[in-house]
């Protein structure tokens, strides 16, 4: 499966984005669709996943109560809503796959978010 990850852009610090992962093909109901992010001179840092076969989400503690991670079967897409951005979320995020939460097989391209303070 490709993985094309796209909604990222500049925002002030308190915004919202939404980030889509849309899959080229159908996700296994096995798969776990996480995002990541890595910002410059940093390394990846697992964000959120979901589990295609019951939407069970898990979040990093960096990011939780703030983002949102959904799916959409009908569209074989994952999103992921960010509230109350901060300077610190700034990064290049992408969307990877995977079978469990924090590890993946397969990446996309990165989509950046840039929030400005």
């Known amino acids: 499966v490709q993985l094309q990850a796209s909604g990222g852009g500049l925002v002030q610090a308190g915004g919202s984005l939404r980030l889509s992962c849309a899959a080229s093909?159908?996700?296994?109901?096995?798969?776990?669709v996480n995002w990541f992010r890595q910002a410059p001179g940093k390394e990846r840092e697992f964000v959120a996943a979901i589990r295609w076969s019951n939407f069970r989400t898990y979040y990093s503690d960096s990011v939780k109560g703030r983002f949102t991670i959904s799916g959409d079967k009908a569209k074989n897409t994952v999103y992921l809503q960010m509230n109350n951005l901060k300077p610190e979320d700034t990064a290049v995020y992408y969307c990877?796959?995977?079978?469990?939460?924090?590890?993946?097989?397969?990446r996309g391209q990165g989509t950046l978010v840039t929030v400005s303070s």
């Open positions: 990877a796959v995977g079978i469990n939460p924090g590890e993946y097989t397969t």
């Open positions: 093909g159908r996700f296994y109901s096995s798969t776990v």
